[in-house]
């Protein structure tokens, strides 16, 4: 995929390849069969490339989402993507919204500083469906 389309998707998860919790996380949207959700692990050069664009110094216990070309992040990138589940989670949205955002981004603080010791190691290799929304890498990315 070209560099242009992959900016361009609706939704682009940027996760901690390493951490169990997060791993966890992308396979919970995973399972919602959600097409709309591509995943790019922070580590990835792609990650850089993209946080560069906008200007953003990628920090590993930090959780993005690249909606509709606006970067959000810590707690309300989950809250943007609970939002678009299916069950319950979208009632976590509007739950959350109600809570200040300076105490949504301290509690996602705490839940971060724990996570390797909350799922330590988790390693789901995606199926060959699911594989088609994980981005390594692009044919033609900005050089530096």
Same mark, same amino acid.
């Given at each position: 995929? @070209? /560099?242009?389309?992959?900016?361009?998707? @609706?939704?682009?998860?940027?996760?901690? #390849?390493?951490? #169990?919790?997060?791993?966890?996380?992308?396979?919970?949207?995973?399972?919602?069969?959600? &097409?709309?959700? *591509?995943?790019?692990?922070?580590?990835?050069?792609?990650? @850089?490339?993209?946080?560069?664009?906008?200007?953003?110094?990628?920090?590993?216990? &930090?959780?993005?989402?690249?909606?509709? #070309?606006?970067? *959000?992040? @810590?707690?309300?990138?989950?809250?943007?993507?609970?939002?678009?589940?299916?069950?319950?989670?979208?009632?976590?949205?509007?739950?959350? !919204?109600?809570?200040?955002?300076?105490?949504?981004?301290?509690? *996602?603080?705490?839940?971060? !500083?724990?996570?390797?010791?909350?799922?330590?190691?988790?390693?789901?290799?995606?199926?060959?469906?699911?594989?088609? /929304?994980?981005?390594?890498?692009?044919?033609?990315?900005?050089? !530096?």
């Amino acid at each position: 995929m @070209k /560099f242009k389309d992959i900016i361009k998707l @609706k939704y682009i998860v940027f996760y901690d #390849g390493d951490c #169990g919790f997060c791993s966890s996380s992308v396979q919970l949207i995973l399972k919602q069969k959600k &097409t709309d959700f *591509y995943f790019i692990a922070l580590q990835s050069d792609l990650a @850089k490339k993209i946080m560069d664009i906008h200007d953003e110094v990628i920090e590993m216990n &930090t959780l993005y989402l690249l909606k509709d #070309g606006s970067l *959000y992040q @810590k707690s309300e990138a989950a809250l943007q993507i609970s939002k678009k589940l299916k069950g319950l989670y979208p009632i976590l949205y509007f739950i959350g !919204k109600i809570v200040p955002l300076f105490l949504r981004d301290w509690i *996602y603080d705490q839940i971060a !500083k724990r996570r390797y010791k909350i799922i330590s190691k988790f390693c789901v290799l995606p199926s060959e469906q699911e594989k088609q /929304f994980f981005l390594y890498t692009a044919d033609d990315s900005p050089k !530096k």
